[in-house]
């Protein structure tokens, strides 16, 4: 599969707000599920949020409230709305494919990840 394509990404001030685009095939958005992941210096990558094929979202508990995700199959676009940052989400943050039958929160569930975005929240 070819790689996904995430933009978006930026600096931020806490309490701030962006929106990341993650951008594939019309394919693989119609019948895959696409998960956005975040990985900060040092650390293991996370799972944030996932929407399925059906249009079914599932967010990690850090985020919940705070974040969206969308997607705009007409545009092959998969989008994480992003308000009320704090400096706990600086991380480079990126979308994959999940592969049918696995576990959401799993990175290792994903293919085709992105060269990831970078996302800098400043106090």
């Known amino acids: 599969q070819v790689p996904l394509v995430e933009s978006g990404g930026g600096l931020v001030q806490a309490g701030g707000s962006l929106r990341l685009s993650c951008v594939g095939s019309?394919?693989?958005?119609?019948?895959?599920?696409i998960g956005w992941f975040r990985q900060a210096p040092g650390k293991e990558r996370e799972f944030v949020a996932t929407i399925t094929s059906i249009g079914g979202t599932f967010y990690a508990d850090s985020v919940k409230g705070r974040f969206a995700i969308s997607r705009d199959v007409a545009k092959n676009t998969v989008f994480l709305q992003m308000n009320s940052l704090t400096l706990e989400d600086t991380a480079d943050y990126f979308c994959?494919?999940?592969?049918?039958?696995?576990?959401?929160?799993?990175?290792?569930?994903?293919?085709?990840w992105g060269q990831g975005t970078q996302v800098t929240v400043s106090s």
């Open positions: 019309r394919r693989t958005f119609i019948n895959l599920g």
């Open positions: 994959g494919v999940r592969r049918p039958g696995t576990v959401y929160m799993r990175p290792d569930s994903y293919d085709s």
